[in-house]
T-cell receptor, first 115, second 110 residues
Framework: GAGVSQSPSNKVTEKGKDVELRCDPISGHTALYWYRQSLGQGLEFLIYFQGNSAPDKSGLPSDRFSAERTGGSVSTLTIQRTQQEDSAVYLC?????????????FGPGTRLTVL | SQQGEEDPQALSIQEGENATMNCSYKTSINNLQWYRQNSGRGLVHLIL?????REKHSGRLRVTLDTSKKSSSLLITASRAADTASYFC??????????FGAGTTVTVRA
């Protein structure tokens, strides 16, 4: 595909349920990022994958959040036992090569609503 | 944590006028980037300025960077209704992560 894609575009869930959000980066991009944007706020960094290196998880807000990247391509962000404060838009971005001043290309995001 | 802070939080201008917004940050950076976001969804990359650059142009956009003051400005000239959006600055340091500000909401009135 031409850009970063994310699915689903919208997700409504009940408090306490688990959710999985998917990101398909641009083909060939080695770096992948997850961000979260709460209403009216800027983006908050969550996690960063670069090639086969261990991911940088320093932005994950709690141990209910986890992410994996299979085969160096598709990534899944999992939120367990969702809480209402998890409601936000979750954005994924990919980048050709980390360590260079390359642009991060963002997907359209997944809007998560926890009731 | 958010490093960048945009000013003003909101801006309303008439079509054809220029829009200027500012961004301040706290720590040393490799580069600073500006993004546009429409309707609270995907971000569009506008321009990247490296720490050793002072000014950059792209179409109707002009970005300045003053590393001594840890600040940047984005100027949109001859604004159009389609420029209505939220604008974010984001800084990148050696950790290769972007740190975003809360954004400036720009409304261009026809």
């Amino acid at each position: 595909g031409a850009g970063v894609s994310q699915s689903p575009s919208n997700k409504v869930t009940e408090k306490g349920k688990d959710v999985e959000l998917r990101c398909d980066p641009i083909s060939g991009h080695t770096a992948l990022y997850w961000y979260r944007q709460s209403l009216g706020q800027g983006l908050e960094f969550l996690i960063y994958f670069q090639g086969n290196s261990a991911p940088d998880k320093s932005g994950l807000p709690s141990d209910r959040f986890s992410a994996e990247r299979t085969g160096g391509s598709v990534s899944t962000l999992t939120i367990q036992r969702t809480q209402q404060e998890d409601s936000a838009v979750y954005l994924c971005a990919s980048r050709a090569i980390a360590g260079r001043t390359d642009t991060q290309y963002f997907g359209p995001g997944t809007r998560l609503t926890v009731l | 944590s958010q490093q960048g802070e945009e000013d003003p939080q909101a801006l309303s201008i008439q079509e054809g006028e220029n829009a200027t917004m500012n961004c301040s940050y706290k720590t040393s950076i490799n580069n600073l980037q500006w993004y546009r976001q429409n309707s609270g969804r995907g971000l569009v990359h506008l321009i990247l300025i490296r720490s050793n650059e002072r000014e950059k142009h792209s179409g109707r956009l002009r970005v300045t960077l003053d590393t001594s003051k840890k600040s940047s400005s984005l100027l949109i000239t001859a604004s159009r209704a389609a420029d209505t959006a939220s604008y974010f600055c984001a800084t990148e340091s050696n950790d290769y992560k972007l740190s975003f500000g809360a954004g400036t909401t720009v409304t261009v009135r026809a």
